[in-house]
């Protein structure tokens, strides 16, 4: 079993910056596809960013350019930068993990999710 703790998200002006962090409980989450998910209210979940076991980096289309997903596995811990945030990056964000070795994060079924952190940016 593993547990994912999302921490980072807060309040910021459009233009700013945050690093969202995902701590994983097993070092045998340090191998699987994980990503990052965010939903506004009202809307669908959607994908982020994504690192597969091999280290292969996703982005949507919304966020390239402006967000970096990264791992550090000797510190259980994922991270997104998010740089040049807009009012509709405003949302709930999501750490997730699958299971199993992924050498690129091809719709994999994500187990393991985290609680959450708020992002909000305002105008």
């Known amino acids: 079993q593993v547990q994912l703790v999302e921490s980072g998200g807060g309040s910021v002006q459009a233009g700013g910056s945050l690093r969202l962090s995902c701590g994983y409980s097993?070092?045998?989450?340090?191998?699987?596809?994980m990503a990052w998910f965010r939903q506004a209210p009202g809307e669908k979940r959607e994908g982020v960013a994504t690192?597969?076991?091999?280290?292969?980096?996703t982005y949507a289309d919304s966020v390239k350019g402006r967000f970096t997903i990264s791992k550090v596995n000797a510190k259980h811990t994922l991270y997104l930068q998010m740089n040049s945030l807009q009012p509709e990056d405003t949302a709930m964000y999501y750490c997730?993990?699958?299971?199993?070795?992924?050498?690129?994060?091809?719709?994999?079924?994500?187990?393991?999710w985290g609680q959450g952190t708020q992002v909000t940016v305002s105008s």
């Open positions: 997730a993990a699958a299971s199993g070795w992924w050498s690129a994060c091809t719709r994999p079924e994500y187990n393991y």
């Open positions: 097993a070092y045998s989450a340090s191998n699987y596809c």
């Open positions: 690192i597969s076991s091999a280290g292969t980096t």
